[in-house]
């Protein structure tokens, strides 16, 4: 099993900007990648960006890319996202995930984090 562990969500204005974490722990040896997904009630969950752990290998969102990066740490098995000239479209639920492959298809990834909710205000 894998546990996955969010944080940094918070309130932040438009055109600011915020950094989440996820740490992961277990057995993540049994991983090839991490993302990070995000979702708003009534909506579907929508990829946001993902990282091979190996050679860091990246995958964007199209409506996140130049704007959002994500970036691992190995050692410290943590994956982090930093969103900089956020807007009130991105307020939802972020959630890491992890599986053994890379793609913006929810069902690639094996393990899930709780989430942190991050606010926009306009």
């Known amino acids: 099993q894998v546990q996955l562990v969010e944080s940094g969500g918070g309130l932040v204005q438009a055109g600011g900007s915020l950094r989440l974490s996820c740490a992961a722990s277990?057995?993540?040896?049994?991983?090839?990648?991490m993302a990070w997904f995000r979702q708003v009630p009534g909506k579907a969950r929508e990829f946001v960006a993902g990282?091979?752990?190996?050679?860091?290998?990246?995958l964007y969102a199209d409506s996140v890319k130049d704007r959002f990066t994500i970036s691992k740490d190995n050692a410290k098995n943590t994956v982090y996202l930093q969103m900089n000239s956020l807007k009130p479209e991105d307020t939802a639920v972020y959630s890491c995930?992890?599986?053994?492959?890379?793609?913006?298809?929810?069902?690639?990834?094996?393990?899930w984090g709780q989430g942190t909710q991050v606010t926009v205000s306009s």
């Open positions: 995930a992890a599986g053994k492959g890379i793609g913006s298809f929810y069902a690639s990834y094996d393990y």
């Open positions: 277990g057995r993540t040896f049994s991983t090839y990648a």
């Open positions: 990282i091979t752990w190996s050679v860091g290998s990246t």
